[in-house]
């Protein structure tokens, strides 16, 4: 059983950055790759970043693109998410996710992942 944990949330500025964590227990040694996903009030589940574990290759989403850095601790188990120049737009709900092996959907997509309980983020000027 594979559980995710976030840590960070909270009021940001508009300019700011962000960091948050999520500590992920279990195995997770098959799982194709391990990102965040972003939901704005009222919004569907978008992807923000992610990392493939077979290379650490990421991809991130445009509205994020040059802002934000992934990261994976091997050795503390741990998921960061670093977004700088925050936007009002970056206001809403962030989840990590681990994505279960052997599925092929986008892993900038939602899929059939294991999900943190996800932290709120508001940004405001």
């Known amino acids: 059983q594979v559980h995710l944990e976030e840590f960070g949330g909270g009021p940001a500025q508009v300019g700011g950055s962000l960091r948050l964590s999520c500590v992920v227990s279990?195995?997770?040694?098959?799982?194709?790759?391990m990102g965040w996903f972003h939901e704005a009030p009222g919004k569907r589940r978008d992807g923000v970043i992610t990392?493939?574990?077979?290379?650490?290759?990421?991809f991130d989403d445009y509205d994020v693109r040059g802002r934000a850095t992934i990261t994976w601790d091997f050795v503390k188990s741990t998921l960061w998410l670093q977004i700088d120049n925050l936007k009002e737009a970056d206001t809403g709900t962030y989840y990590c996710?681990?994505?279960?092996?052997?599925?092929?959907?986008?892993?900038?997509?939602?899929?059939?992942?294991?999900w943190g309980q996800g932290t709120q983020v508001t940004v405001s000027a």
């Open positions: 990392i493939l574990t077979a290379d650490n290759s990421v």
């Open positions: 996710a681990v994505r279960r092996p052997g599925s092929g959907s986008s892993c900038l997509s939602p899929g059939d992942d294991y």
């Open positions: 279990g195995s997770i040694s098959d799982s194709p790759c």
